[in-house]
């Protein structure tokens, strides 16, 4: 397969010839998932391990039906009724893992790193599915899929990313991709959830609301963590809907065919309006449907062929 | 009698011969006999390594290090006197335990023990500890040190307290309000890695309120392990003002940056943390012009297991007793940024004049803690063979020069490589 590529951690030393290939490749699995037979046998005789010591329904969800309409067998592991509780660490539990005879590794984790660590314990091929703050990578592919099907390009478009990016994976893996496929993206957020660090090549970092949105091609919404209150970021959920909720209102600044995407879950009418969240503008939903041809595409380059 | 010969100073080619009786320098090229005689090879001699900030993990924590290990570690590494850091479990806040750390250290023979005690009980920052007690069990000086001293006047308190029995007190200078759950330098890295940051100001802050409490109190302050070029600058302006403050930097935070935590290895994960090119250099400059005291290394062993957790969860630490004269005689006198000389003074009389100690030599009748170091020959850090406990190194496989081929300690051998 082309990628040349054993992990997908970050986009660290992916080439934008290599993302093409899981792009192009996603209209396939795309295909596959409109049959009335959904299913390839693709990734027969293969098992991934779906690891998440972290929780989350959807990306799992996601992950292991990708996994299974193309064959693979799937060994799921739920960090919370394993061992960990137990005190064991994560070496010994990825290792216990592999001693299964892995063939690929997914993996959720509350901390930044956890994924490029798995890759080292396990030596198997790991997909990152969301690590601490730092990369989700194909949440990323899956955003950049939905812009690639609205607009037919990713090449100089203007996106715009709001809420907390300090804390976002998604704005990150967000921003590293889209910029290595030649967008403009614009982080934008209240001050204490913005760092400014992460102005680099295109991506520009501002406080400006309005001025972020204005004529851009898509805007994404990042779910505000409640538990952000209580560090003391923000004042209060009312003055954050009021300064940075993206709403019907905000858009009209955007160009007249500007989509809107949110990675979910929503919280409604805080950082998005819940009509503009069901509005024609949105493609939330498709967001949803398109991730999982985007993970059959990334387990096929990174797996077919590699046993 | 014992006779070191073939052996060079600092800074002279000669071969020359060092003396030893009782515990004692005797002299220097004597044409007494001597009952004992180690050949040194050619290498180079100095006044054994002094260490002013150790974890030994003794009581408590035996399983990361010991006495036995941390100890024989320092001995290896060149040094003849380690002050202990008091955050083991339980804390050192007891005079019973101070006294029996010294009985036990006096039993192994590797290098010499000087306990700090914990400056408040339990290290709580709260109520201050029975000082005068633990100074009488043998403490040398008193630090909450992994805690960070939040409570200013408490700090005021033990800091006029321990001046009265003469001795220092020193600070994990930190305000932990604003480092909060930060695991490395804050900046471009962590925020690229989506790591939570540990700002150089949470030094500077803490560091600018200490040096007011020296100047208010008139009393020693040391400075542990400082990261930031803003804090040293804090630290130079506040001796050109008077302040009696001391301060130690770490091999780590001249020699690492930040850019290492890109390998997401918690190996490279310690408080405080590595920060930015520009402070290493800045932390240098202070070498040079003299802020910058003595040399320490905050040696933090722990297990491979905890070190081997997710960067959130591993403790924070790098073991480093054994191979810090040679990764700054590698990285500081081969490259020509420093002296040999100033390097020693560093390792040596800075400490000891940091304590208020007799300035170590090798004149007669000197103690004889004595280290003949190889400057010609190089090896690799091989963690695997390291004396302590913790037998990983972020300098694993460095070819480093510069390494203790022998220590003595009060006369007596406490390594021979």
């Given at each position: 397969m082309g990628t040349g590529v054993k992990h997908l951690l970050d986009f660290q030393g992916w080439s934008v010839e290599a993302l093409q290939g899981i792009l192009d490749t996603a209209d396939v699995m795309k295909e596959v998932l409109e049959r009335p037979v959904k299913k390839v046998p693709a990734l027969q005789g293969i098992t991934v391990c779906t690891a998440f010591f972290e929780n989350s329904t959807r990306t799992r969800t996601s992950f292991e039906l990708a996994a299974r309409r193309m064959s693979a067998d799937v060994l799921t592991f739920a960090a919370g009724a394993s061992s960990l509780s137990k005190g064991e660490s994560l070496r010994d539990t990825i290792e216990t893992l592999n001693?299964?005879?892995?063939?690929?590794f997914i993996v959720r984790h509350h901390a930044s790193g956890a994924a490029h660590q798995v890759a080292k314990f396990s030596g198997k091929s790991t997909i990152n599915a969301g690590d601490g703050r730092r990369a989700h990578p194909t949440q990323a592919l899956l955003d950049a899929y939905t812009m690639l099907k609205e607009?037919?390009?990713?090449?100089g478009l203007k996106v715009t990313i709001v809420g907390d990016i300090l804390h976002s994976r998604v704005a990150r893996s967000n921003a590293e991709l889209l910029d290595l496929l030649g967008a403009d993206v614009t982080l934008c957020g209240p001050a204490t959830l913005l760092p400014k660090e992460l102005a680099k090549g295109r991506v520009k970092v501002t406080t400006d609301l309005q001025a972020a949105v204005k004529d851009a091609d898509v805007v994404m919404s990042l779910r505000l963590q409640q538990e952000r209150m209580n560090g003391g970021f923000l004042p209060s959920m009312s003055e954050y809907a009021l300064t940075y909720q993206v709403n019907e209102k905000l858009l009209e600044r955007a160009k007249d065919h500007a989509i809107v995407l949110h990675p979910g879950p929503m919280n409604r009418d805080l950082e998005i309006s819940g009509s503009l969240a069901d509005?024609?503008?949105?493609?939330i939903i498709a967001q949803v449907e398109y991730g999982q041809a985007i993970r059959m595409s990334v387990l096929y380059h990174l797996l077919v062929g590699k046993k | 009698m014992l006779e070191i010969k073939n052996i060079k100073r600092a800074g002279s080619d000669t071969l020359e011969s060092l003396f030893i009786e009782e515990g004692k320098i005797k002299g220097w090229n004597l044409s007494e006999t001597a009952t004992d005689t180690i050949d040194g090879k050619g290498a180079t001699v100095a006044p054994a390594l002094i260490e002013l900030h150790a974890h030994l993990r003794e009581p408590g924590q035996e399983q990361k290090e010991d006495l036995a290990s941390g100890l024989a570690a320092a001995a290896a590494g060149g040094y003849g006197t380690v002050v202990s850091m008091p955050n083991t479990s339980p804390v050192v806040d007891d005079p019973a335990i101070v006294a029996s750390l010294i009985q036990k250290a006096e039993k192994l023979g590797f290098a010499r023990l000087k306990p700090s005690a914990a400056l408040t009980r339990g290290q709580k920052g709260e109520t201050l500890a029975d000082l005068s007690a633990l100074k009488d069990a043998g403490a040398v000086m008193f630090t909450d040190d992994g805690r960070t001293n939040e409570n200013a006047n408490v700090l005021r308190r033990g800091m006029e307290y321990a001046s009265g029995l003469g001795l220092l007190v020193s600070v994990h200078a930190e305000d932990a309000t604003l480092r909060q759950d930060g695991v490395m330098n804050e900046g471009v890295v962590s925020h690229e890695l989506g790591l939570p940051g540990n700002p150089a100001a949470a030094e500077a802050a803490r560091v600018a309120r200490d040096v007011e409490i020296a100047l208010l109190t008139g009393a020693r302050l040391h400075i542990q392990h400082l990261s930031t070029g803003r804090a040293l600058e804090i630290v130079r302006q506040g001796k050109k003002a008077g302040a009696p403050v001391t301060c130690e930097v770490c091999p780590h935070h001249l020699t690492l940056t930040d850019e290492a935590l890109r390998s997401f290895d918690a190996l490279y994960k310690v408080a405080p943390p590595l920060r930015t090119q520009t402070d290493a250099e800045l932390l240098l400059a202070g070498l040079l012009d003299g802020t910058v005291d003595c040399l320490a290394t905050d040696h933090a062993p722990h297990t491979q297991a905890e070190k081997e957790k997710d960067l959130l969860e591993a403790p924070f630490g790098i073991p480093s007793i054994e191979v810090a004269f040679p990764l700054m005689y590698t990285h500081l006198v081969k490259t020509g940024k420093l002296s040999l000389e100033k390097l020693l003074d560093l390792f040596t009389a800075g400490c000891a004049k940091v304590m208020a100690w007799e300035v170590p030599t090798?004149?007669?009748?000197?103690?004889?803690?004595v280290v003949l170091l190889d400057l010609d020959n190089a090896k690799a850090v091989d963690p695997k063979a390291f004396k302590s406990k913790a037998k990983f190194s972020p300098w694993a496989g460095e070819e480093l020069y510069g390494w203790p081929v022998l220590t003595l300690v009060a006369g007596k051998v406490a390594f021979q490589g």
């Open positions: 001693a299964y005879k892995v063939d690929a607009f037919g390009r990713i090449e509005s024609a503008r949105s493609r | 090798l004149e007669e009748g000197a103690v004889a803690d």
